[in-house]
């Protein structure tokens, strides 16, 4: 009898405890209501998360939290607590959660993955010293300058092929300072290998692409065959190697020849033979890197670059107010340099509003709380996966006001560079969270923002956009600003606009700069 008592209560308390897994600690911030054992889970979308946060947001407060099974999100859908918490606080919340899937894709291998240790510093250490304002403006511009004139002319001779036009000119701008080579056309290794990656890396990255295999570990021993999500993360990270590999084998065939460059990955061997190789990076770890760089550095860029050019095609009052200021700046007889950015601000204006209205990274990566900590009497658990959910914080109508709209004025008193705003202490003052926040914001900063302002007025200045025209109708086609692809990283998918040069003046010109940039370039070829 007494056996079989301890047995029922033994039963009782098991069912118990099962059942508080998924319950949410009323000390956290709120949320939608769980489900024993699953938590939030079933209620988290395969594709489109980001605009559930913002309806959540709306419903539960600008600071509210998830389960999935025992574990913790919390979503800070708020400018003040991503301050207090992720910039002020980031010895705590500079971690990562853990990622099956990233590991499949990395081996454990990537910046944007890794934890706040001894690799991640010595490789954000590399990119920060390598796209410092001051390399960039010393040293790197001018293949940015280069790389621009050629995309001016590319777009004069074939307007047709802007979309793969932006995207080589972002790659063939990092690839030249990374590896020391070119993108001479889109269709070169070049041009394409990095949208190779990251048309992969994007969707089997994206929150809810996979099931929670990080909270519920017996799913990562479903094997492949069986699993469309494991197979896709193996594929990609297949991917990442045979490209970045062979980016490197090139540089080191290269280098055999007795061929040195000016470029990040040359300095960098010279550096390690020199010195000796640094014992927190292995070669896989090394190879990723410079991959990693080039990563950043393209695909985002592009995504943005081609959100602009569809705002510019949409909203022709845009264009005309920027050639205002353009035309005083630079006339017809020269493309505006970064010299101009003072005397050009509503370029900068437009620049963010793209990147508000449009964000690449929708949900970003998560940071991981290392300990518990509380916000505004609040519990953020141990371990908590914490989130700033970029698209919902740009489209919140009560931080940016009529925020469907694509709308530069909100910037007209935003006349510096995105990361001034990032590190001031004045958090209702920042213009975007397209970077990041904290420790983990963007290393690539200041050369995503000198090349998107770059690029940004030297379009406007040399020609008009607008929305394409049936040439059986002669009706205009109207344009879909809400046609982006899904992943955790989105750009327009591709579209049709009509560009035309401004004048003959600006043709000229145009083509006069092209053939300065033809000579600086060869050493890249």
């Known amino acids: 009898m007494f056996a079989s008592a301890v047995l029922v209560v033994g039963i009782c308390l098991l069912v118990y405890r099962l059942l508080q897994v998924g319950k949410r600690d009323p000390r956290m911030p709120p949320g939608p209501p769980t489900v024993p054992l699953l938590g939030n889970a079933h209620q988290i979308p395969a594709t489109g998360l980001y605009k559930q946060m913002r309806e959540w947001a709306q419903q539960y407060g600008s ?17 003040k607590a991503i301050h207090k918490l992720l910039v002020e606080k980031g010895s705590i919340y500079s971690d990562r ?8 894709l990395t081996q454990g291998d990537h910046l944007a993955l890794e934890q706040m240790d001894t690799t991640w510093r010595e490789k954000r250490k590399v990119i920060s010293h390598n796209f410092s304002p001051k390399q960039l403006d010393e040293n790197h511009f001018r293949v940015q300058e280069s ?40 269709e070169s290794f070049w041009g394409h290998g990095v949208y190779d990656v990251m048309e992969k890396w994007t969707s089997s990255m994206e929150p809810g692409a996979a099931p929670p295999v990080d909270v519920f570990t017996f799913l990562q021993y479903i094997p492949a065959s069986l699993a469309f999500w494991k197979r896709r993360a193996i594929d990609a990270g297949k991917t990442m190697d045979e490209t970045w590999a062979k980016s490197r084998r090139l540089v080191e065939e290269r280098r055999a020849r007795g061929e040195k460059r000016d470029c990040i990955m040359d300095s960098l061997l010279d550096e390690y033979e020199k010195k000796g190789w640094p014992p927190s990076i292995s070669q896989h770890s090394f190879t990723n890197l410079l991959g990693e760089i080039v990563e950043g550095g393209a695909d985002t860029t592009a995504a943005q670059l081609l959100t602009l050019i569809l705002a510019f095609a949409l909203h022709p009052e845009v264009q005309e107010k920027a050639r205002a200021e353009i035309d005083a700046a630079c006339g017809t007889d020269r493309s505006p340099r970064w010299d101009d950015f003072a005397a050009i601000p509503y370029v900068n204006c437009i620049v963010k509003e793209g990147m508000r209205w449009r964000p ?14 509380e916000y505004e009497g609040m519990l953020i658990p141990k371990d908590a996966t914490v989130f700033i959910p970029t698209w919902a914080l740009h489209h919140s109508d009560t931080i940016y006001p009529d925020a469907e709209s694509f709308n530069p004025d909100r910037y007209e008193k935003h006349t510096r560079l995105a990361n001034d705003y990032a590190g001031s202490p004045d958090y209702a003052n920042r213009d975007h969270y397209n970077y990041g926040a904290g420790r983990r914001i963007c290393p690539g900063i200041h050369l995503a923002e000198r090349n998107m302002w770059r690029i940004a007025s030297k379009l406007l200045w040399a020609f008009e956009f607008s929305e394409p025209v049936d040439p059986v109708t002669e009706k205009t086609v109207p344009l879909d600003p809400n046609a982006y692809n899904p992943g955790i990283l989105q750009a327009p998918l591709p579209f049709k606009v009509q560009i035309k040069v401004r004048s003959q003046a600006h043709e000229a010109t145009i083509l006069r700069e092209h053939a300065e940039a033809q000579g600086f370039l060869k050493q890249y070829d």
Request: glycine share 4%; hydrophobic share 40%.
């Open 63 to 79: 600071v509210f939290s998830l389960k999935v099974g025992p574990s913790s999100i919390v979503v800070l859908c708020d400018r």
């Open 360 to 373: 690449v990274a929708v949900t970003a990566l998560p940071h991981r709380a290392r300990q518990a900590d």
């Open 97 to 104: 959660p853990p990622s099956y899937v990233g590991h499949l």
């Open 147 to 186: 790389e621009a004139t050629v995309l001016m002319t590319n777009l004069l001779q074939n307007p047709d092929n802007f979309y793969q036009d932006v995207r080589r000119y972002t790659a063939s701008v990092v690839t030249s300072i990374t590896y020391g080579f070119r993108a001479s056309s889109f």
